[in-house]
């Protein structure tokens, strides 16, 4: 089946720095790859995507890039801001597939928090 | 456009009791899943829908019914509350399309006594 690892959380930051969440995955098709912010009392918002080997999303400062070779999904951000503070997750679909493969498959979240 | 709309945003419940969450989406997406937020599990899939009248289980189906009798509504059953459905409940949609991204309703915090 399709499964997601999130490194584990949470993380604190302070203000400007930079800042890595890993991310790989398993998967038996071609995933698409997305990451999730969640802001606090809110819903997930989409905040970038891949959708082939090699393709970068980016959306805010915020980039990732679907490297197949190491079945990852690394999100990065160069400075990050207070308001980056939020929980961050990584998902994939399997568009190849049927039923509920082509629902997302999440990890368990990260939180990260920056400090000013 | 509102998108996904959820109600209602708290619900507590005593064990045994039934109740149905609502959810309504205005942008004719044809997909629609529920899922259940837990901390440090993610988000673990229900039930989804693939169109008006087809609906089929998630990762964690159990205690949960789902009927889809229009494109815009998909409304979630809990059938006799558990304290094990403690949760926060999120309603999405998706186009349909390749590569499947979904958008989030609010979310229901769920509290089972």
């Known amino acids: 089946g399709n499964s997601v690892t999130q490194m584990e959380g949470p993380v604190t930051l302070s203000e400007e720095a930079f800042l890595t969440i890993n991310c790989t995955y398993t998967?038996?098709?071609?995933?698409?790859l997305f990451w999730y912010v969640q802001y606090p009392g809110e819903g997930l918002q989409l905040l970038l995507k891949?959708?082939?080997?090699?393709d970068k999303g980016s959306n805010k400062g915020f980039e990732a890039t679907y490297r197949k070779e190491t079945t990852s999904f690394h999100l990065e951000k160069g400075s990050v801001q207070v308001s980056d503070s939020a929980v961050y997750f990584c998902?994939?679909?399997?568009?190849?597939?049927?039923?509920?493969?082509?629902?997302?498959?999440f990890g368990s979240g990260t939180q990260l928090t920056v400090l000013p | 456009n509102a998108g996904v709309t959820q109600t209602p945003k708290f619900q507590v419940l005593k064990t045994g009791q039934s109740m149905t969450l609502q959810c309504a989406q205005d942008?004719?997406?044809?997909?629609m899943s529920w899922y259940r937020q837990d901390p440090g599990m993610g988000l673990r899939l229900i039930h989804y829908s693939v169109g008006a009248g087809i609906t089929d289980q998630g990762e964690v189906p159990n205690g949960y019914n789902v009927s889809r009798s229009t494109t815009e509504d998909f409304p979630l059953r809990l059938l006799s509350a558990a304290p094990s459905q403690t949760s926060v409940y999120f309603c999405?949609?998706?186009?349909?399309?390749?590569?499947?991204?979904?958008?989030f309703g609010p979310g229901t915090r769920l509290t089972v006594t």
């Open positions: 942008m004719n997406h044809e997909y």
């Open positions: 891949a959708t082939k080997a090699d």
């Open positions: 998902a994939l679909s399997d568009p190849g597939s049927s039923g509920s493969a082509r629902q997302l498959t």
């Open positions: 998967a038996t098709g071609y995933p698409s």
């Open positions: 999405a949609s998706s186009s349909g399309f390749p590569p499947y991204e979904q958008y």
